[in-house]
């Protein structure tokens, strides 16, 4: 899985982890969840030091602009940190319980047996 594979899936990891599943379930769940969910915040992280590295703060909120001297090296870093392949396994929903829509999984089909 990609970095851009786990920010595709933190939305639907939220919405599972708050519905109640058998224990064995759940903990395998956990541990995908909680794999997808760090993966996803370090890259939140990276990004604001390459804003940081690459850009300039615009306003008193927190606002931040790339220079346009730093443009391509900026989008350059950005794709690599959402390339960046991640040791996460697929989640086997078959026999999990879970209700999903087809809406939910639309864009990581890819991720889930």
Do not use: C, H
């Amino acid at each position: 899985m990609k970095v851009s594979e786990a920010i595709l899936m933190k939305p639907l990891v939220e919405k599972f982890a708050a519905q109640e599943m058998d224990a064995a379930v759940a903990m395998k769940f956990a541990a995908f969840a909680k794999d997808v969910l760090t993966a996803s915040q370090e890259f939140e992280v990276k990004r604001a030091q390459l804003f940081e590295k690459y850009g300039e703060q615009v306003d008193s909120d927190g606002n931040w602009k790339i220079k346009e001297e730093n443009e391509k090296k900026f989008q350059a870093a950005i794709k690599r940190a959402l390339n960046k392949e991640l040791e996460i396994e697929a989640f086997d929903m078959s026999n999990s319980g879970l209700k999903v829509s087809p809406a939910d999984v639309v864009n990581v089909l890819s991720l889930l047996k």
